[in-house]
């Protein structure tokens, strides 16, 4: 079945410095790649999206590239600050079923210091 | 409020106990899902209902599990005779119909604790 595979953490970083978190994805036929983020006591919100290969999804300064012949979607931003900490999730839209059904990867801890 | 709402958002219970969770998906959306998250892992799709159809329980871990949804509105997830490893926070979703590229919006959870 379709499948997603992300880096563990915690990452923990400066404030300022350069944030990557690797996504690689398993999947039949062509699905729609998310991050979606969980701040401390908040719910789970949409970061940013790519539906089709090549694009890139962007959003507060976050960027991933939806790359079908590595089958990756990594996450990246330039400059990280202390509000980004929270728990980064990647996730695929699989068709099976018929419907758009999110198959999350286990989630990656980001900690900014300042 | 707008957004998805559940309750309760902290439950604890005693094993053996059934348990059930409430969620109020944000109006005019015809999909809903529920998820569990277990402490330090990732999202374990559970159940999705989809207007008047079929649900899909694939995700479901045992019969002691099971959901209801009336029409495109309120859905109860129950539990029955709970298991300490039933302890984690189960997440509800919901989302316009839109198949592969549609935003799925979360409550907060309801974070459950078996004794």
């Known amino acids: 079945g379709d499948s997603v595979t992300q880096m563990e953490g915690p990452v923990t970083l400066s404030e300022e410095a350069f944030l990557t978190i690797n996504c690689t994805y398993t999947?039949?036929?062509?699905?729609?790649l998310f991050w979606y983020v969980q701040y401390p006591g908040e719910g789970l919100q949409l970061l940013l999206k790519?539906?089709?290969?090549?694009d890139k999804g962007s959003n507060k300064g976050f960027e991933a590239t939806y790359r079908k012949e590595t089958t990756s979607f990594h996450l990246e931003k330039g400059s990280v600050q202390v509000s980004d900490s929270a728990v980064y999730f990647c996730?695929?839209?699989?068709?099976?079923?018929?419907?758009?059904?999110?198959?999350f990867g286990a989630g990656t801890r980001l900690a900014v210091h300042p | 409020g707008a957004g998805v709402s559940q309750s309760p958002s902290n439950k604890v219970t005693e094993k053996g106990k059934d348990v059930e969770l409430r969620c109020d998906p944000i109006?005019?959306?015809?999909?809903l899902y529920w998820y569990r998250q277990r402490l330090g892992q990732g999202l374990e799709f559970l159940i999705y209902?989809?207007?008047?159809?079929?649900?899909?329980k694939s995700g479901l871990p045992s019969d002691r599990f099971s959901a209801e949804r009336t029409g495109e509105s309120v859905s109860t997830l129950t539990i029955q005779r709970t298991q300490q490893e039933d302890s984690a926070v189960y997440l509800c979703?919901?989302?316009?119909?839109?198949?592969?590229?549609?935003?799925?919006?979360f409550g907060e959870g309801s974070r459950l604790t078996v004794l």
């Open positions: 209902f989809q207007g008047n159809s079929a649900p899909d």
């Open positions: 999947a039949t036929g062509y699905p729609s």
């Open positions: 996730a695929l839209s699989s068709l099976e079923g018929g419907y758009n059904k999110l198959i």
């Open positions: 790519a539906t089709k290969a090549d």
């Open positions: 109006s005019g959306h015809t999909a």
């Open positions: 979703a919901s989302s316009l119909p839109q198949r592969g590229a549609g935003e799925l919006f």
